[in-house]
Nanobody, 124 residues
Framework: QVQLVESGGGSVQAGGSLRLSCAAS????????MGWFRQAPGKEREFVAV????????RYADSVKGRFTISRDNTKNTMYLEINSLKPEDTAVYYC?????????????????WGQGTQVTVTS
C-alpha cells in the first residue's frame, strides 16, 4: 500500500515562497505518475501540477504557470513543489497524489493514492 506524506506548508505573506515535499513509502515510487492538487475552503479540489515517472513530462494549471515548479527525486522517493510569488488566492490545503497508470492526467478521480494534505495560507 502506497503512503504519501506532505510537508512544508505554512503561513506566508504574499510574494513569499514555500517548498512542499511529498514523501512516498510502500509500492514503487519511481514508476508512478505523481501530482499536486489543492482545495480551498468551499471549493472543489483542483489540479496544480503533474509529473511523469522520469520527469520528462510535466504539466501545470494555468493559474500557477511560471510561479510553481514540480520536481521529483526517485532516489529519495520524494516529490516537491516549489511555490514562488505566492498570492492570497493560493491559500488552500495542498495534496500530493499518485496513480498506477503511466498516463498523465489532471483529474483528481484518476489518482489512486492521496496524502493527508498540508495547509498553505497566504496573507496580504
Amino acid at each position: 500500500q502506497v503512503q504519501l506524506v506532505e510537508s512544508g506548508g505554512g503561513s506566508v505573506q504574499a510574494g513569499g515562497s514555500l517548498r512542499l515535499s511529498c514523501a512516498a513509502s510502500g509500492g514503487t515510487f519511481s514508476n508512478r505518475v505523481m501530482g499536486w492538487f489543492r482545495q480551498a475552503p468551499g471549493k472543489e479540489r483542483e489540479f496544480v501540477a503533474v509529473i511523469s515517472s522520469n520527469s520528462a513530462n510535466i504539466r501545470y494549471a494555468d493559474s500557477v504557470k511560471g510561479r510553481f515548479t514540480i520536481s521529483r527525486d526517485n532516489t529519495k522517493n520524494t516529490m516537491y513543489l516549489e511555490i514562488n510569488s505566492l498570492k492570497p488566492e493560493d491559500t488552500a490545503v495542498y495534496y500530493c497524489a499518485a496513480r498506477t497508470n503511466w498516463i498523465l492526467t489532471t483529474t483528481p478521480g484518476s489518482y489512486n493514492y492521496w496524502g493527508q494534505g498540508t495547509q498553505v495560507t497566504v496573507t496580504s
